[in-house]
């Protein structure tokens, strides 16, 4: 089993900035994917960023140049860094363990809400 323990949502205007952190604890493979999903209301879950332990990274298109996903120095801890924030990046994120380079999560944190005010 994996526990992931996020951190970090609220409420910004938007143009703003909010950092997510999520750390993962349990039976962690030494290479792993970790990342994030969003759902909005009324929307499919969608994936918005991931992370190889090998430092390889994806972005959704809609948030490339806006977002950047890292790891912490332990390795079992992600990032998000979200910048130049829009009404339409307002969901609920959350994020995921994949074991390997799995591109389907194996575990699920609890979400963070993110709403962006115009």
């Known amino acids: 089993q994996v526990q992931l323990v996020e951190s970090g949502g609220g409420l910004v205007q938007a143009g703003g900035s909010l950092r997510l952190s999520c750390a993962a604890s349990g039976s962690i493979l030494s290479m792993n994917t970790m990342g994030w999903y969003r759902q909005a209301p009324g929307k499919q879950r969608e994936l918005v960023a991931g992370?190889?332990?090998?430092?390889?990274?994806n972005y959704a298109d809609s948030v490339k140049g806006r977002f950047t996903i890292s790891r912490g120095n332990a390795k079992n801890t992600v990032y998000l860094q979200m910048d130049l924030l829009k009404p339409e990046d307002t969901a609920v994120y959350y994020c995921?363990?994949?074991?390997?380079?799995?591109?389907?999560?194996?575990?699920w944190g609890q979400g963070t809400q993110v709403t962006v005010s115009s």
């Open positions: 992370i190889v332990s090998g430092g390889s990274t």
């Open positions: 995921y363990y994949a074991h390997l380079r799995r591109t389907t999560p194996d575990y």
